[in-house]
């Protein structure tokens, strides 16, 4: 029996992208996943496809920072392991509207963007713990990125406090025997990046790395699987960049 049988993770932002890889490997690994995501569609959708190959998923409509809405979720989510042993906070705002200049988003937009990326993280943190307290292994991953280590983006902003949020959850959750850490990924090809991305600037992105090529899907779930895992039992309030060297630096 492997480390994930008879136990739930929690995925937000899990109806596509890295969301719904988290949650196929999990469930391949033998967890419970739920699938939390604003487009109930593809969450049950990405939900059935797990389920057709042989594991176990609920797709769940949502938005992160919709407090009642994530409090029912956790409640519903708990009841079938008798509580929740992961949650990865991947929700996120990141497509070409919100990775705009300030003056140009406007306060609405931006908004918005800190209320998803930033309180989303916060909001779903607060609905777990109380399923998540005192469980073996229990851990949060929070999806943050190389845009937080770069400046100049108000993107780079709301995951730099993501990345922020992730000690300051370390701290507080640490008593409960929870850890916290997050993933700061570079450019990683998912559907979106590909049918989004000007080939000029996923060009000009790789000319940054250390590592030529492109990122890929399974090389953010390999980090998440190891964060979330007993290997990582030593390991918290951390950020790990998987960037292909993107972000290198102090
Ligand atoms: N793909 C990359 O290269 C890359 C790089 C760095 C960081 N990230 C971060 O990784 C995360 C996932 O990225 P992805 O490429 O898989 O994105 P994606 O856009 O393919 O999927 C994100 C999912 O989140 C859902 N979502 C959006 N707002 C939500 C909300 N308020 N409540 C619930 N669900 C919501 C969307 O419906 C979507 O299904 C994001 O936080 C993103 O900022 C991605």
Redesign the pocket.
């Known amino acids: 029996m492997g480390e994930w049988q008879g136990r739930t993770a929690v995925i937000?932002?899990g109806?596509?992208?890295?969301?719904k890889a988290f949650g196929t490997a999990l469930a391949a690994e033998g967890a419970h996943v739920v699938l939390?995501?604003?487009?109930d569609a593809?969450a049950e959708a990405a939900a059935e496809e797990i389920r057709a190959a042989g594991g176990s998923a609920d797709g769940v409509g949502?938005?992160?920072?919709d407090e009642a809405r994530m409090a029912a979720i956790m409640e519903q989510a708990a009841a079938v392991n008798g509580g929740v042993d992961l949650l990865v906070n991947?929700?996120?705002?990141?497509s070409d509207e919100y990775g705009q200049p300030i003056l140009k988003m406007g306060l609405a937009k931006v908004r918005r963007l800190f209320d998803?990326n930033v309180l989303?993280v916060v909001c779903c943190t607060l609905a777990a713990h109380p399923h998540m307290k005192g469980r073996a292994g229990a851990s949060v991953v929070n999806?943050s990125?190389?845009a937080a280590h770069m400046g100049g983006s108000a993107y780079g902003d709301s995951k730099l406090a993501v990345a922020g949020l992730t000690i300051t959850f370390a701290r507080e959750l640490g008593a409960d025997g929870i850890r916290v850490n997050a993933i700061s990924?570079g450019?990683?090809l998912?559907?979106?990046?590909r049918n989004e991305l000007p080939e000029a600037t996923k060009q000009r992105v790789q000319a940054m790395q250390l590592i030529p090529g492109d990122g890929i899907e399974k090389d953010i779930v390999d980090a998440m699987l190891y964060l979330a895992s007993a290997k990582a039992r030593f390991v918290t309030g951390e950020t790990l960049r998987v960037t292909g060297g993107m972000a290198a630096g102090v």
């Open positions: 937000t932002g109806g596509r992208g890295f969301g939390v995501d604003i487009d593809v949502g938005d992160v920072t991947n929700a996120g705002l990141h998803v989303g999806i990125s190389s990924p450019l990683i998912t559907e979106t990046i």
